[in-house]
């Protein structure tokens, strides 16, 4: 069965985008990285908050602007959204219901990764106890606003075994399971 993966690239201080969800400071961090290189090979679908899929795009006036990876990527996409456009892009589908687009993007993906794409998304699927793994490329770069990694309010604990550590022209990537008890 696939695994949801949440992946994303993460300022030193934790945030994933700046102020008012600006992703243009990550423009010089997307160099070569092999451990994105070789996940892009084992994700099978995508399950991606509204607000990350309408965003702001860090590959803006590039070749790949408006796709996924910057386009190193195809597939389908679940959306999760309570107010869904009026037509979907060919390999989107939007959908209202959290469980059933983790039900939809896992058959989607068969035994590869689901990769999970936003914040808000992710501490949803972490919460209801779906989340397996996490993977964190951190930039060197200290943003000192915008959105958080994961916002996790009231003190919640979540435990994670590092599974894998490496370094990138631009990043440092760390990789971890969550724990269950």
Wanted: charged content about 20%; aromatic content about 8%.
């Amino acid at each position: 069965m696939a695994r949801l993966l949440y992946s994303a690239t993460m300022s030193l201080d934790g945030y994933i985008a700046g102020p008012d969800g600006d992703m243009s400071w990550l423009a010089p961090y997307l160099g070569p990285n092999p451990i994105i290189d070789n996940l892009i090979n084992d994700v099978g679908a995508l399950l991606v908050g509204r607000r990350t899929f309408g965003g702001d795009d860090p590959y803006k006036g590039t070749k790949g602007e408006g796709e996924a990876f910057g386009g190193g990527w195809s597939g389908s996409q679940f959306v999760v959204t309570h107010r869904p456009p009026p037509s979907s892009p060919p390999g989107t589908v939007f959908m209202n219901d959290l469980a059933e687009a983790i039900a939809a993007s896992r058959r989607a993906a068969g035994e590869k990764y689901v990769n999970v794409l936003g914040a808000s998304i992710a501490r949803q699927c972490l919460q209801c106890g779906e989340l397996d793994e996490v993977l964190v490329c951190i930039a060197p770069v200290l943003l000192g606003d915008g959105v958080r990694l994961l916002d996790l309010t009231g003190g919640t604990n979540v435990r994670l075994e590092r599974t894998d550590v490496s370094l990138a022209a631009h990043a440092t990537n760390v990789w971890f399971r969550i724990v269950r008890n």
